[in-house]
Antibody
Framework: EVQLLESGGGLVQPGGSLRLSCAAS????????MNWVRQAPGKGLEWVSV????????FYADSVKGRFAISRDNSKSTLSLQMNSLRAEDTGIYYC??????????????????WGQGTLVTVSS | EIEMTQSPATLSVSPGERATLSCRAS??????LAWYQQKPGQAPRLLIH???ARATGIPARFSGSGSGTEFTLTISSLQSEDFAVYYC??????????FGQGTKLEIK
């Protein structure tokens, strides 16, 4: 069974930093792109970042570019999101999600399945 | 950036009836469209990918259709467990991937 388990969320002051982790199991981790998607309280879904299976390519939403960094450790089947210069608008639940693409298509043309249970990040003074 | 617009924002339907949810893209996404279901306090769950392919374990009462800019998610006979929020997601043009704002399906 594929499982994704996020950790690392918490309360942080504006301008502070936080590192999220996502532990993956049940599939060949290095084969799949991985994503972070967030959801502000009572709001919809917002994609944050994606990283290729090798870790050699990544993309970011404009709202986090230059402040967040995605990475992965394929030897430990772990995905990470380093979040710096945090703002109140970064508050929300952060989900990691496995990316699936049709064979023969671009690696990042992926839908998300499954999703972890999420970890809550609160940026407040 | 491709904008995804879902309608209606809220849909009230009685159990056993059919529900039809719409999603429109600001430009063509081909068939690169997924649907997710989210219940309160839970993570989203994939229902449909490729505009019309049901994900593993998803009941046959869920069906997706459309291509280009117009998409539909149909739930043929609503069960109590189907009342939730539904999101569409385009993965044709990235970054960024974009989601619709969601349709809340509530019991009438």
């Amino acid at each position: 069974e594929v499982q994704l388990l996020e950790s690392g969320g918490g309360l942080v002051q504006p301008g502070g930093s936080l590192r999220l982790s996502c532990a993956a199991s049940g599939f060949s981790f290095r084969t799949y792109a991985m994503n972070w998607v967030r959801q502000a309280p009572g709001k919809g879904l917002e994609w944050v970042s994606v990283i290729s299976g090798s870790g050699g390519s990544s993309f970011y939403a404009d709202s986090v570019k230059g402040r967040f960094a995605i990475s992965r450790d394929n030897s430990k089947s772990t995905l990470s999101l380093q979040m710096n210069s945090l703002r109140a608008e970064d508050t929300g639940i952060y989900y990691c999600a496995k990316g699936i693409a049709v064979a023969g298509t671009l690696w990042a043309s992926n839908w998300f399945d499954p999703w972890g249970q999420g970890t809550l990040v609160t940026v407040s003074s | 950036e491709i904008e995804m617009t879902q309608s209606p924002a809220t849909l009230s339907v009685s159990p056993g009836e059919r529900a039809t949810l719409s999603c429109r893209a600001s430009q063509s996404v081909g068939s690169n469209l997924a649907w997710y279901q989210q219940k309160p306090g839970q993570a989203p769950r994939l229902l449909i990918h490729g505009a019309s392919a049901r994900a593993t374990g998803i009941p046959a009462r869920f069906s997706g259709s459309g291509s280009g800019t117009e998409f539909t998610l149909t739930i043929s006979s609503l069960q109590s467990e189907d009342f939730a929020v539904y999101y569409c997601h385009q993965y044709s043009d990235w970054p960024p991937y974009t989601f619709g704002q969601g349709t809340k399906l509530e019991i009438k």
